[in-house]
């Protein structure tokens, strides 16, 4: 017998909810779960629904919706998975030392963790951040006690961060303690998938002049597309901070490749596994 209209219409209504959520950042089913004020097995069974639609794809303890890749406008990914970048951000702060010179890169996630350092007290020992993004050099120039160097180069549309001869030109004389990369795509093995071929090279110029490379990268940005057209080549021994659900593959992925997984749970607290 089929279910009656109304309670088809609500289905339905939960169902777009539950996209809406997905997008923002809550991807795990518990707090799906909160959010809807329903129990989780409704959740996991609005998961298979929507997946066997092929609208979401499921994930370790919750789902994402995946997507072709195509490169977002920067206005547009920051209005998605707050919550994810907020605790990445969070798990990433401690490696930031008093007084360190440090490179953030460009992008939404690592403006994150521009915002932490700029709103923190520093005793007058504050870092020197350089990095090649406009909205992570305008949000840490609000603090007074943290050095912003913001390299050269062009300006690219869509992320708001520079590439070209001139920042190559700075960086050749630049070093870095600890240098946080942004990414499109992550994979242990391959790297960092990036748009165009410029942003691979700047990447890769700032992990060669970092004592420590730590990539910072929701889960959807795990979840690899195959028409990426270029990749980030990481040396062994880098870091990932992601909000992924620390699996089994994920972890035997980055223990593989030499990778130290750092899972972030919520802003102040993290896991880590050592894949080295």
Not at 112 to 125: I, Q, S
Not at 259 to 265: E, F, G, M, P, Q
Request: aromatic share 2%.
């Amino acid at each position: 017998m089929e279910p009656p209209r109304s309670t088809r219409r609500g289905t339905r209504e939960r169902h777009k909810i539950l996209l809406q959520l997905l997008r923002q950042g809550t991807t795990h089913v518990e707090e799906l779960a909160a959010e809807l004020a329903v129990s989780p097995s409704t959740v996991r069974r609005d998961l298979g629904r929507l997946t066997a639609d092929r609208q979401v794809a499921r994930t370790y303890g919750g789902a994402v919706v995946p997507e072709t890749f195509h490169e977002r406008p920067i206005e547009e990914s920051a209005r998605v998975q707050l919550q994810a970048k907020a605790a990445i951000a969070a798990a990433a702060r401690p490696m930031v030392g008093a007084g360190a010179t440090v490179f953030i890169d460009a992008g939404t996630t690592c403006a994150a963790l521009a915002r932490l350092l700029a709103g923190e007290d520093w005793h007058d020992d504050g870092p020197v951040v350089v990095t090649r993004g406009l909205e992570t050099a305008t949000t840490l120039a609000s603090s007074s006690e943290v050095d912003v160097v913001i390299l050269g180069g062009r300006v690219r549309r869509l992320s708001h961060g520079v590439v070209g001869p001139l920042t190559d030109l700075a960086l050749e004389r630049l070093s870095f303690s600890v240098a946080f990369l942004g990414a499109d795509a992550v994979d242990p093995a391959r790297g960092i998938g990036e748009p165009t071929l410029e942003e691979t090279a700047v990447k890769e110029r700032v992990a060669a002049r970092s004592q420590q490379v730590v990539v910072l990268a929701d889960a959807s940005k795990l979840d690899v597309p195959e028409d990426l057209p270029a990749w980030t080549s990481l040396s062994a021994g880098w870091t990932l901070v992601t909000d992924a659900a620390g699996s089994t593959g994920l972890r035997e992925r980055c223990a593989a490749a030499g990778v130290t997984l750092i899972h972030a749970v919520r802003p102040g607290s993290a896991q880590v596994s050592n894949g080295r």
